[in-house]
């Protein structure tokens, strides 16, 4: 079987009405498949005026707004409804492939079952850890049960770090886990792209040292513990700036705790590609990323990363030699933890190129296409063996 021959029915809870790392990856995955003259549909909600055109064919599913607070713009498919039931029959996927465990997606899968069409998972974030960034840190335990349970209904799964592969074998999510990681786009993420007129226009001095944070400003980022580091370094007087790349809807907050940073706002391409460069120090202290793709285009980029050491970061970042990884344990705790990390870079330019340029020397290891193939054989793989097992069983029946 060849990769042209597959047929994939792809669900997403966010193709593209709203820009982030899961979604990029996504549509760079569909690219790459009709580029090899696969056939795949996607399901996912729609709206009227979404962040970027959709890759492929994309169907709407039904949905309502995500009902949690502070999380308005994004939206939660709700089931496959009679219309996208008809198109699933009618497109006839040999592969379903689900990318978040919303209630679609479980409706997605029990179709799959009834029709006998193997099922992938791709998983795309911590979604167990979410509950502790809005008060709610005693769901923990049963959003992890609901997730073994989905997960383990599904043929395969894959991630995109082995940290994170190694967090859902411990957790007993599956135990056929493949790695499709991420690739960064050189032409827009180097170091080449840094640009000291653009820093002197927002407020940088040539010889200012912008620590930089990058990504949508919601709390399960680590918005709380980025502000505190930000507090315990301006208590140890350590020279600094702050730099904030993105949007979202805990702007205010963060504005509003890291009094005299600069905020510039989402940009994409190569507007981002220009800001990320003209930094000096990425600061990450997520650990809510399966991956970390803002992690791998600071490192492109030529910055040093300080990053918390948990899934995604921690099979990215190599210790004293990229950057630094600090293990998370009370927000307290990380903030002295992260300030100590990030301290020297503040005023040590040799130390901060060494480490930026080992970093963008790894980021050349990871390229899109060899890495999106890899999803593409696990399709191969999980259609052939569905493909036995019914040969197996027809010639079974007969006997």
């Given amino acids: 079987m060849q990769t042209s021959d597959l047929r994939i029915a792809l669900f997403s809870g966010n193709y593209n009405y709203t820009r982030d790392g899961a979604n990029q990856a996504l549509n760079r995955l569909v690219s790459s ?39 308005g713009e994004y939206r939660m498919p709700t089931h496959l409804g009679a219309a996208v039931k008809r198109d699933l029959a009618k497109f006839r996927p040999n592969i379903v492939h689900l990318s978040s465990p919303d209630p679609a997606a479980h409706a997605a899968l029990r179709w799959a079952q009834d029709h006998d069409v193997p099922v992938l ?21 049963l959003i992890i049960m609901g997730l073994r349970r989905f997960y383990n209904r599904c043929d395969a799964l894959v991630a995109p770090s082995q940290s994170m592969i190694d967090e859902l ?21 180097s170091s080449a792209r840094r640009d000291l007129d653009w820093r002197r226009g927002i407020g940088l001095a040539d010889d200012d040292v912008a620590i930089m944070f990058l990504g949508r400003l919601v709390m399960e980022k680590g918005l709380d513990v980025f502000a505190e580091t930000i507090v315990q370094l301006r208590r140890r007087q350590v020279p600094h700036k702050v730099l904030v790349i993105g949007d979202g809807p805990a702007r205010g907050w963060f504005e509003a705790n890291l009094p005299g940073g600069i905020f510039a706002g989402f940009k ?9 460069a003209s930094g000096d120090v990425f600061f990450n202290p997520s650990v809510t990323e399966t991956f ?11 910055l040093p990363v300080v990053a918390a050491g948990a899934t995604g970061s921690a099979s990215l970042v190599a210790e004293g030699v990229t950057g630094r990884l600090v293990v998370p344990t009370a927000k307290e705790a990380d903030a002295l933890a992260f300030a100590e990390a990030i301290a020297p870079y503040c005023t040590d330019l040799a130390l901060r190129r060494a480490h930026g340029a080992a970093g963008e020397t790894r980021a050349c290891e990871y390229g899109w296409e060899a890495i999106n193939q890899i999803v593409a054989d696990t399709y191969v793989r999980l259609v052939e063996n569905r493909s036995a097992l019914q040969a197996a069983e027809a010639a079974q029946a007969e006997a």
Avoid at 52 to 69: I, Y
Wanted: hydrophobic share 45%; net charge negative; aromatic share 8%.
């Fill in 33 to 71: 498949l009709l580029a090899k003259g696969a056939a795949v549909r996607v399901y996912s909600p729609e709206v009227a005026n979404p962040d970027f055109a959709p890759t492929g064919d994309l169907v709407g599913l039904p949905n309502v707004p995500m009902p949690v607070k502070g999380r």
């Fill in 121 to 141: 998972a791709s998983v795309h974030t911590r979604f167990e850890t979410y509950p502790r960034y809005y008060n709610m840190a005693f769901l923990e335990p």
């Fill in 169 to 189: 074998l411990a957790m007993e999510m599956h135990d056929d886990i493949g790695l499709w990681s991420r690739g960064v786009d050189r032409t827009i993420f």
């Fill in 268 to 276: 994409t391409g190569e507007a981002l590609g220009q800001a990320l």
């Fill in 292 to 302: 970390g793709n803002v992690t791998l285009e600071a490192m492109a980029s030529g």
